[in-house]
């Protein structure tokens, strides 16, 4: 089972950047697809963005594609995920997730392997 810890959270405001950073450790990072996902509170967890086994393919939800970026560096068994023009709505505790069971998937249900979160806060 790999392990994930995520990092570079914080309070910002409307309109700046973030990246978020997420290590694996304890598997073969390359054999798991990876993805970021979000909750803010009171609402339920929801996809952001993920990124195949190889990196070659990307999916993003339509709340933000063109603003977000999803990538991720085998040699360091890290994914990102960099995030501009952020807004009030994007506040939420963001998740990294892992699986082996897909080449690239977009479902919760889909991966088995969860981080802790990192808060992202953004002031209007």
């Known amino acids: 089972q790999v392990q994930l810890v995520e990092s570079g959270g914080g309070l910002v405001q409307a309109g700046a950047s973030l990246k978020l950073s997420c290590a694996a450790s304890?598997?073969?990072?390359?054999?798991?697809?990876m993805a970021w996902f979000r909750q803010a509170p009171g609402k339920e967890r929801e996809f952001v963005a993920a990124?195949?086994?190889?990196?070659?393919?990307?999916s993003y939800a339509d709340s933000v594609t063109g603003r977000f970026t999803i990538s991720r560096d085998n040699a360091k068994n890290t994914v990102y995920l960099q995030m501009n023009s952020l807004r009030s709505e994007d506040t939420a505790l963001y998740y990294c997730?892992?699986?082996?069971?897909?080449?690239?998937?977009?479902?919760?249900?889909?991966?088995?392997?969860w981080g802790q979160g990192t808060q992202v806060t953004v002031s209007s």
């Open positions: 997730a892992a699986t082996q069971r897909f080449l690239i998937a977009t479902h919760g249900a889909q991966y088995d392997n």
């Open positions: 304890g598997g073969f990072f390359r054999a798991y697809a």
């Open positions: 990124i195949s086994k190889s990196g070659g393919s990307t």
